[in-house]
């Protein structure tokens, strides 16, 4: 040491005395504690092994332990027994002066003792999760398992204020075994309540054979809410109460009147596959069955009448005009809302029709100046029906045919932006491209999608101007005069010096 402070200097120079006693007998305390830590845990893992050996033949056969067996046996938390060396080490790492001088009072073994009254969270809640709300043990035996007296001792060096439960003596929670027994019964008559109900609309659950408004006849209407809630409560009767109440009120308007017009609503959910459905109709059989075992706020019908005349349909309560004005306006605007939606660009020669492009043209907006502009509906249209339908749901019709791109764009996407991306897939100049919506075409670079009234899912056709063929691959006929009187005219060869009147 003299050595190196001679050729190095530095300082302060420390010497033995400058060390801190109650550091150092601290830190040897630790050392000391973390290996006794690791001796028990290993005797501990050999004992608890010996008792599941112990307790196997019993368990394998389905048979009681008997009390003899289980005279020397202590019930301790699952949880606790993972996290017992770990919680023990977090105390022994960093404990208090406090513990350390009760370290000190257990000089035969030299093992701190931790209790719950230094404030230690996980250490008082040791074996906590043994006992139910009424301070009983808990009847849920998932919670605990069997382990021997010593390996006890061991832990209860490490957690002295936890508390033992010798399986001989310790009996679960009378009242906590009651509220099982009920929660049981309970479970049972949902799923009995369950299976009688999914019986009975067996079709409404698995959404099949549902009716339309394309057909005479009377049909109930009920809010998806309803539905949804009781179809969670079919699928999965132990965790969901039974549904008792159809709440209708949600499809009442301020004014007491119903405010979705059936005729919009269908033609609306079928062709846009992603919208929110609103309303369900049912059967009358169906209604009758949820008129017998649900209560209901609000009865909404509709009569479809004769399909031939203009107004074929009759609410009750009745329609209202305003609010389903309002509801069919919102419902147009949203289909202009959308993120990363899959729209289809299909190629075409000039010229070209296809069957489709009429049933993908917009119908209710026109093009003004880049603003859109709603088209007023009739009202007397909220009591028309249709006799049937052509649309098709985009999910129905085939994918990716032959010329046909799929592009993920915003509403917000421009149309220069979408013409960029096609030039890569189709080989061609942004210059070149003719995109059409319907009978639009889409010729402002600046304009976005939502200012032509483009939905989610719509199909675009697309155009390309190519070089005409023919003219600039036909051989020269004549000669230019620049090259009469040379060896270039006619068919002289480069190589042949004689003049062509020879």
């Known amino acids: ?163 033992m439960l010798v399986a001989t003596d310790s009996m679960s929670c009378d009242d906590c075994r009651n509220l099982e027994q009920q929660n049981t019964i309970e479970v049972q008559r949902s799923k009995e309540i369950a299976a009688k109900q999914r019986s009975a609309l067996g079709d409404l659950y698995c959404n099949r054979n549902r009716p339309d408004i394309d057909k005479v006849g009377e049909l109930y209407i009920v809010s998806t809410n309803f539905v949804q809630e009781w179809k969670r409560f079919i699928k999965d009767p132990s965790r969901h109460r039974p549904v008792v109440n159809i709440n209708n009120r949600t499809l009442i308007c301020e004014h007491e009147k119903f405010m979705y017009p059936m005729m919009f609503v269908s033609e609306f959910l079928k062709c846009n596959e992603e919208a929110d459905e609103m309303v369900l109709l049912i059967t009358p059989e169906e209604w009758l069955f949820m008129e017998e075992n649900f209560e209901c706020d609000q009865e909404i019908k509709v009569n479809v009448l004769n399909l031939d005349k203009k107004d074929n349909l009759e609410y009750r309560p009745d329609i209202c005009n305003t609010c389903a004005e309002s509801w069919l306006e919102g419902a147009f605007r949203r289909q202009f809302q959308y993120q990363d939606a899959p729209i289809y660009v299909i190629r075409r020669e000039k010229g070209e029709t296809f069957e489709s492009e009429d049933e993908d043209a917009p119908k209710t907006t026109n093009i003004v100046s880049g603003k859109r502009e709603v088209k007023p509906v009739n009202p007397d249209a909220w009591m028309q029906g249709f006799a049937g339908s052509n649309s098709v749901r985009r999910s129905q019709r085939p994918r990716n045919a032959k010329g046909e791109k799929t592009y993920k764009v915003s509403a917000t996407t421009t149309i220069k932006e979408l013409k960029s991306k096609i030039c890569t897939d189709f080989k061609t100049l942004l210059s070149d491209q003719h995109l059409y919506y319907g009978s639009n075409e889409l010729d402002n670079l600046s304009k976005k999608l939502q200012d032509y009234d483009i939905p989610a899912g719509a199909k675009l056709y697309l155009e390309i101007d190519t070089a005409e063929n023919g003219s600039m691959d036909e051989p020269m006929s004549t000669v230019e005069t620049g090259f009469q009187g040379t060896l270039l005219q006619g068919g002289s060869a480069f190589g042949d010096t004689r003049s062509p009147s020879s």
């Open 1 to 163: 040491a003299n050595v190196w402070y001679e050729n190095y200097q530095g300082g302060p120079r420390l010497k033995s005395e400058d060390l801190c006693e109650t550091c150092v007998q601290m830190q040897c305390k630790k050392l000391r504690a973390l290996a006794q830590l690791d001796d028990d845990s290993k005797q501990l893992s050999e004992l608890v092994k010996k008792c599941d050996s112990e307790c196997a033949p019993y368990l394998k056969v389905g048979q009681d332990i008997p009390n003899s067996v289980l005279a020397t046996k202590v019930w301790i938390s699952k949880e606790s027994l993972r996290n017992w060396k770990k919680i023990a080490k977090r105390a022994i790492d960093g404990p208090s002066q406090v513990a350390l001088d009760k370290a000190d009072q257990n000089k035969e073994n030299e093992v701190q003792q931790v209790s719950s009254e230094e404030g230690n969270g996980d250490i008082g809640s040791f074996n906590a999760d043994l006992f139910c709300e009424h301070g009983n043990m808990s009847p849920d035996p998932s919670t605990r398992r069997l382990i021997p007296k010593e390996a006890w001792a061991i832990i209860e060096k490490y957690f002295s204020n936890s508390v």
